[in-house]
């Protein structure tokens, strides 16, 4: 009996609340960096939604320094996978991977906060020992780790290529305005 009250009680709760609304919204968020949690989070929102009204727009709000580039890639690929229209929206900072999952969204519907900020480079990968061979592989893995980004914002941005390797060379940090003028967001939004 007193179980059955505490799961009554918690189904009031102020966050359970927020997290059923969020989901009748078709609203995931990144809140922080990517790894190999929050991108499970994130896909299993995506999927759940497409699952439910596939077609129908899902929100994607994005607040993130960046992360681990396969993490995001899964995140990715699965945006650009699933029949829903992602539309994104920058809300704090879009970095690194986060910016090229900003850029991911619908064409039209990619969208940033007035105070919002964007910063897009080359992946780093640290940590690497071995022998040098290794150490050369693991390069030539950064590399083709790099084109990958490069032209996955060319293309989403109107870019060319050599454009976004010229940009990448060092942190490239764009407010509101800029990300709009560089293609990596539509719009300002100023409601939700």
């Avoid at 949690?37 to 994130?42: G, I, L, N, R, W």
């Avoid at 940590?127 to 030539?140: C, K, M, P, R, Y």
Wanted: proline share 3%.
């Amino acid at each position: 009996m007193a179980e059955k009250k505490e799961k009554e009680e918690e189904k009031q709760s102020p966050l359970h609340q927020i997290s059923k609304q969020m989901l009748e919204d078709r609203r995931v968020f990144l809140w922080g960096g990517v790894d190999d949690d929050s991108a499970k989070h994130v896909i299993d929102r995506l999927l759940f939604f497409d699952s439910q009204k596939s077609g129908e727009p899902i929100q994607f709000f994005i607040n993130s320094p960046g992360g681990y580039v396969t993490s995001g890639m899964a995140i990715y690929d699965t945006m650009q996978a699933i029949k829903s229209p992602i539309h994104t929206t920058c809300m704090g900072l879009a970095a690194s991977m986060g910016s090229i999952l900003l850029s991911g969204g619908e064409k039209g519907n990619r969208s940033i906060f007035k105070h919002g900020r964007v910063m897009i480079h080359q992946p780093s990968l640290g940590g690497f020992q071995g022998t040098a061979s290794d150490l050369e592989i693991q390069a030539n893995e950064i590399q083709k780790t790099k084109e990958l980004s490069a032209q996955i914002l060319a293309d989403n941005c109107g870019k060319t290529f050599d454009e976004v390797m010229k940009d990448f060379n060092r942190d490239y940090w764009l407010n509101c305005d800029e990300a709009v003028k560089y293609g990596i967001v539509d719009n300002l939004k100023d409601s939700i």
